[in-house]
């Protein structure tokens, strides 16, 4: 049976990707399964993921969210109890997937855990107001917003309980939806999300290269809120998360 799946989405991230692969095989705790979701890619990503000998599947709708569904999809199918989520350009630590693992068994079975992200590839500047503002301003405006802290698309995992319940429903037709913050909003009442501030993760700093590269991924949450709160206004979903445990209705 996979115990722990890592579901990497990828398109043309072979270089990156080789790196995060080759610290995924010197975990504490080794994966039982490594999913590489490659999005069409033209690199070498195929070659890449057959020497370290890792699945790679394929995903034709364009975008993060249909590709990282996909590799939820096939983890469930194989049997993983728990599923982990990275980028190409996440650099895990050696005890990343011991931790979360500890951290979901004893959280329960309808649990997500995510932790900060650490940025790598610019000035400290940059990094520094990357990790404050960029990531810190996500963490605490769309946490508030949720009612309860959100997940890092880079690093954070689940367990299978909570995508047999959200994986339905999880928006997969458009290349503006953030699937992470998709998958926040999804999180219904009686699951619990868990930040570990401990549970730190290196990723590129790419994001603050351009403003476009910046302005793109601030256009998709934007999108991605937009499609929500057509389905679940904020400020319902926030009534919901008040309301008394079993008591239903307005």
Known sequence: MTRIAVVIPCRNDAAMLQSCLALLALQDRPADRIIVVDNAST???????????????????PGI???????????????????????????????????LETTLEEAGPLSLVTGPGDFYGANKLVCGLGRTLYLGGYFHAVGFLLGHVPVFGSN?????????????GVLRGSPLVHD???????????????????????????????????????????????????????????RERRRPPGRQGP
């Open 180 to 238: 992470d913050l998709d998958i926040s909003y999804r999180v219904r009442p009686d699951m619990q999300v868990l930040f570990d501030a401990g549970m730190r993760m290196p990723v590129s700093a790419r994001p603050f290269r351009s403003w476009g590269a910046l302005g793109l991924r601030l256009s998709m949450a934007w999108a991605t809120l937009r499609w929500e709160f057509r389905a679940e206004p904020p400020l319902r979903r926030r």
């Open 65 to 99: 969210a249909p590709t990282s569904a996909r590799g939820f999809d096939a983890a469930a199918h194989a049997g993983a109890a728990i599923l982990a989520r990275l980028d190409a350009d996440s650099r895990p630590p050696a005890g990343w997937l011991a931790r």
């Open 156 to 168: 954070f995992a689940m367990t299978a309980d909570v995508w047999a319940r959200i994986g339905p």
């Open 43 to 61: 690199d070498n990503t195929a070659e890449i993921c057959a020497a370290a000998g890792v699945q790679r599947i394929l995903s034709a709708p």
